[in-house]
């Protein structure tokens, strides 16, 4: 059975970065079927997507965070990063990691079929 | 990017009846070349991650209930619960992925009535 989980600091200070991991069981991350990606969550607001990472490394991010966030994959762990640049309290949510559907022609990613609980990131000094 | 709106954003329904949640795109997310829908449904419940419902706009994931259905074409989705359980009180989402940035509908909130 896959799974995913989140792991990293839950404070972290304005300005500064913000850095989680999700480690994957009960699949290789090297899988040639997948992507891997975050999306994070405000508390109690709606579900936004950060970016997505293939196994040889290529990604797709959100314009609205491209020059903030770095995805990087660690296939030798099985894992995947998240590192976004320049903190505020705006980026204080709950950072889901997930496995990613992707077309097989165009390579853009699809939708997500097994999510991580959640990690909750907060931003304060 | 493709602005996800859903209505109504809390739905009231009695156990046993019908729930239905609307999505509409701001442009198509239907590829003519392929006549798929890119829009998928999630259901979050609290304190827990979005469980993926429905992809290709009408195609069910393994394991869901045979009570959940997608339809719809174009700019227009509908998400429907035929008869409502207990343990679908969450919040429902939509997403497209025609193009990149991924983007969700705002949720709306399900509960009983």
Known sequence: QLQLQESGPGLVKPSETLSLTCTVSGDS???????????????????????TIYYSGSTYYNPSLKS????????????FSLKLISVTAADTAVYYCARVHYGS????????????????????S | DIV???????L???????????????????????????LAWYQQ????????????ASTRESGVPDRFSGSGSGTDFTLTI????????????????YGTPLTFGQGTKLEIK
Do not use: H
């Open chain 2, 82 to 97: 035929s008869s409502l359980q207990a343990e679908d009180v969450a919040v429902y989402y939509c997403q497209q992925y």
């Open chain 1, 29 to 51: 991350i090297s899988s040639s079927s997948y992507y891997w990606g975050w999306i994070r969550q405000p508390p109690g607001k709606g579900l936004e997507w950060v970016g």
């Open chain 2, 45 to 56: 419940k609290p304190g827990q991650p979005p469980k993926l419902l429905i992809y290709w």
């Open chain 1, 68 to 79: 903030r966030v770095t995805i990087s994959v660690d296939t030798s762990k099985n894992q």
């Open chain 2, 12 to 38: 009231a329904v009695s156990l046993g009846e019908r729930a239905t949640i609307n999505c509409k795109s701001s442009q198509s997310v239907l590829y003519n070349s392929n006549n798929k829908n890119y």
């Open chain 2, 4 to 10: 996800m709106t859903q209505s109504p954003d809390s």
């Open chain 1, 105 to 124: 022609g165009s390579y853009r990613p699809y939708y997500f079929d097994y999510w991580g609980q959640g990690a909750l990131v907060t931003v304060s």
